[in-house]
């Protein structure tokens, strides 16, 4: 790196060219930004953590474009900047032109993503840019090839923007083994990642080290920005009791989008913005340019819409987390989260996407679907003001993405097992990892495992006469490069206008359900099922006819553990009750003379009859992924004490069991034992259990997504995932894929430990209230009973319909005038 002579304070000047182009600009250097070439300077990796609007990303750039300014000769590649998505790479390489053009550097700037055309990415082996911006799958592509080291022997400086939405799942696991791979072809590279505001710096720190320990990487924490406006809409009627869509607020939404120059409306599912753009559609009396922009939309359609926002044409899009993350649009006035946030962190991201401009505050409206999500949003609200943010569990690197890892490195050259062990703990998530685990994958990925090693399909590496270890032969390169990456979705069809075009995707189980006919959502418009041809949904426009919506899989977050805490502790308090509307604090006065309210340390459970049934309702709090694994497993122990359990339904608050005879003995029911046996017979038949393996099985490379010429059914990879899954469990039940299974259905599917962790601190504190009826807390539980096999706004039609009798039941002798309830 360039030694700086010039000094501002501590800090160092920027060489004149780059002052002189701040200034043109009307700019004045960050600290943060300044900061960050000391740290190159010094020739130290580090963390930026700095809200939006900080200018993050041109410090993340700034040290490496002055050392090229100095240094314009540099051969081969200098920076590969590292994004999550494909549009943001992409978005980035265009802003960066405009620097590198109007000082007249001597910089290449390039993007290659799964959209770059052949041709270039050739050019870019043999040729690199000094700046590449990419993917984590598309350096892991690059990795495989024979080429890598020369491509990636000069390279001083890798930037990993939007670190924080990499750092805990497989994709960021991904990232993490090509940075040490990256360390060892290049040693001297720097490494720096960006990050929005996060509840544990420190994880990032020790995830880019490559010591694992965070102390090689030094941290930068830009300035705050002005605090976020964010209120909480209250409806002009009453609060609804249950339902998830929040179809009751739109024309109230539409206002605030008509008022507004250009607004986001989020929302949590991508079945629930089918709902909330049709309906604004039909409310948009003044034709306002209003778009749809989630994941099932074809690419094609995405990028139109953030075309269209980005020239500032649109009024308003209504969207899922696919714009989370993405192309900065300054002119973004408000943000709109229809249904609660599900955590602090999430929140405060979304927030981020308005505005952009570090001294002006964003503007942001929550709008609650029900009375328990008007409680999940003023702990948000609180939670954002106060600065505390959601931390999620630490865990290691899955040894489903070290298989794919080490399969492609296979594909580049030999290695030998010693050195690439070496190398992997040089990556944050696997600096732990046991020799032993190592060399279970290395064998699953050479010859299949035990269970596995005499089918040659599954013999993909061979040993040369030095012992190193290589890819069996081309035909396995290529499946490799077909099918790596780490994101699996569910099975998916392809929806096609008949004689059109491909307007998206839906989920295989969603239409096998369907005949000819019968009427869907999709991409914002009403159409008429006609048949299934091959891996394609045949479809034509309709009029008319209450829709089926597509209700997408893994859409719905869980509340996280730091907002369940939160709403606790606004529940025990009744003091602080007063910025509630009045017909939430009413709900909340009654439950406290029916029944008693759930408080932070205990477990409340309610048990009543209704109708020729009794019911045990839970306040749990700890989200819907947990109360489905506590729910499966209290079922068990009731069956086995002779309750006779018929059902359960779990929301993201409250857990809800039905019986034939009344549960008694409750602290025996949520002993923590039932985390053995219990747990370990449920998961062994569990299709939970199934469907993770389907995902680990499909990352490790065992079953091919894709094969040339052909693209398999989601149904033809479940088949084999479930044929494998049955040999292994009886022939090598410790198989390495078993064991990325379970861990991975502990931390997802089935997040095993938020049960634990509830039935440790509530042990000794369970409460038991024996009521004669329902309680209005449970009313939204028992109003969730036998709905899942309702879509879309329907949903909250019929709950209308149901709650009158439930709210009356749960309400009489109240002896409180005037509920509004």
């Known amino acids: 790196m360039t030694q700086l002579v010039k000094i501002r304070g501590t800090l160092p000047a920027l060489p004149g060219a780059f002052e002189k182009w701040f200034a043109t600009r009307g700019w004045v250097p960050h600290p943060h930004q300044l900061q960050m070439v000391a740290a190159a300077d010094a020739g130290e990796s580090a963390l930026l953590i700095a809200p939006t609007g900080g200018g993050k990303t041109l410090a993340g750039f700034l040290p490496s474009l002055i050392d090229l300014a100095a240094r314009p000769t540099h051969p081969g590649m200098h920076t590969l900047y590292v994004s999550p ?48 911006m990419t993917t984590p799958e598309s350096l892991s592509l690059l990795l495989s090839i024979p080429a890598a080291p020369e491509m990636f022997r000069e390279l001083r400086c890798v930037i990993i923007d939007e670190l924080h939405a990499l750092e805990d799942n497989k994709r960021g696991d991904l990232l993490s083994l090509a940075l040490a791979r990256l360390h060892t072809l290049a040693p001297a590279c720097r490494r720096v990642a960006l990050s929005a505001t996060v509840a544990e710096p420190d994880r990032l720190l ?77 409310l948009n009396d003044d034709n306002l340019p209003i778009a749809l922009h989630h994941g099932s939309l074809s690419a094609e359609q995405r990028r139109k819409v953030e075309a269209a926002m980005t020239r500032g044409l649109l009024r308003a899009v209504v969207a899922t987390s696919s714009l989370d993350l993405g192309v900065d649009w300054a002119a973004v006035d408000l943000v709109v989260q229809v249904g609660a946030p599900k955590g602090a962190t999430r929140l405060l991201q979304r927030i981020g996407r308005a505005n952009h401009q570090l001294d002006r505050p964003s503007r942001a409206v929550l709008v609650p679907a029900n009375r328990f999500e008007m409680l999940e949003c003023q702990a948000a609200v609180e939670a954002v003001a106060e600065h505390t943010l959601d931390g999620l569990p630490e865990r290691p690197g899955g040894l489903d993405v070290l298989a794919q890892h080490i399969l492609g490195l296979s594909c580049a050259a030999p290695f030998a097992a010693d050195a690439l062990f070496a190398e992997v703990r040089h990556a944050g998530p696997y600096a732990r990892l046991s020799r032993k685990d190592f060399d279970d994958t290395l064998d699953f990925v050479a010859t299949g495992g035990y269970a596995l090693g005499g089918y040659d399909r599954y013999k993909r590496l061979l040993v040369n006469d030095a012992g190193h270890y290589h890819v069996a032969d081309d035909r396995i390169a290529r499946r490799y490069r077909m099918n790596m990456g780490t994101i699996v979705e569910a099975p998916t069809l392809k929806v096609r206008l008949r004689g ?63 907002l369940a805490d939160r709403v606790r502790g606004l529940l025990e308090d009744p003091r602080r009750w007063e910025v509630f509307p009045p017909a939430v604090r009413e709900w909340l006065d009654i439950q406290r003379w029916r029944s008693q309210l759930p408080d932070r340390s205990g477990l409340l459970v309610e048990t009543f009859p209704r109708g020729n049934k009794h019911y045990l309702v839970a306040y749990c709090f700890e989200g819907r992924n947990a109360h489905q694994t506590l729910g499966m497993l209290l079922t068990r122990r009731m069956e086995r004490a ?43 038949e569990s299709s939970m259990l199934r469907r993770t393996f389907r995902n680990v099985a499909v990352i490790a490379g065992l079953i091919d997504r894709r094969i040339p010429g052909k693209e398999k059914t989601g149904r033809q990879v479940t088949f084999n995932a479930d044929l494998i899954y049955n040999v292994l469990r009886s022939h090598e039940p410790n198989h ?78 109240a002896g409180t005038p005037g509920l509004g309830l």
């Open 85 to 132: 998505l494909k549009a943001l790479a992409v978005d980035i390489h265009r802003n960066l032109k405009q620097p590198i053009a109007e000082m007249g550097l001597p910089v290449r700037a390039e993007s290659r993503t799964g959209d770059t055309p052949q041709r270039k990415r050739r050019r870019q082996q043999e040729n690199p840019p000094q700046f590449l």
């Open 206 to 282: 020790r995830w880019l080290s490559p010591n694992g320990d965070g102390s090689a990487v030094r941290r930068v924490v830009g300035r705050t920005g002005a605090e976020p406006d964010v209120s909480i809409l209250v409806p002009p009627s009453e609060m609804p009791w249950s339902g998830h869509m929040g179809t009751y607020a739109l024309p109230q939404v539409y206002d605030l989008v008509r008022e507004a120059g250009t607004t986001i409306v989020f929302v949590n599912t991508r079945a629930q913005a089918e709902i909330v753009f049709q309906e604004l559609w039909r």
């Open 500 to 562: 059109g075009r491909v307007l998206g995707e839906v989920e295989e189980y969603f239409v096998n359900g369907m005949t000819e006919g019968d009427t869907f959502m999709f991409a914002g418009r009403l159409l008429r099922f006609m048949r299934i041809v091959e891996t394609t949904v045949e479809a034509v426009p309709a009029v008319g006819d209450a829709p089926a919506v597509p209700a997408y899989v893994g859409g719905r977050l869980p509340l996280s553990t730091h």
């Open 642 to 684: 002779g309750y006779g359990p018929l059902g359960f339904v779990g929301t993201d608050y409250v857990l809800g069991v039905w019986s034939m005879r009344e549960p008694t003995d409750i602290d025996a029911l949520f002993d923590e034992d039932m985390l053995g046996d219990d747990m370990e017979a449920w998961m062994a």
């Open 736 to 813: 390495i894929l078993l064991r990325a299974t379970r861990a991975d259905a502990a931390a997802g599917l089935t997040d095993i430990r938020r049960v634990a962790d509830m039935l440790a601190r509530v042990r000794g504190g369970i409460h038991h209230r024996r009521l004669d009826r329902v309680s209005p807390l449970a009313v939204p539980v028992l109003l969730e009973v036998g709905k899942e096999s309702v879509f879309g706004a329907a949903v909250d039609d019929l709950l209308e319909e149901q709650a009158e009798d439930l709210i009356l039941e749960a309400t009489k002798d």
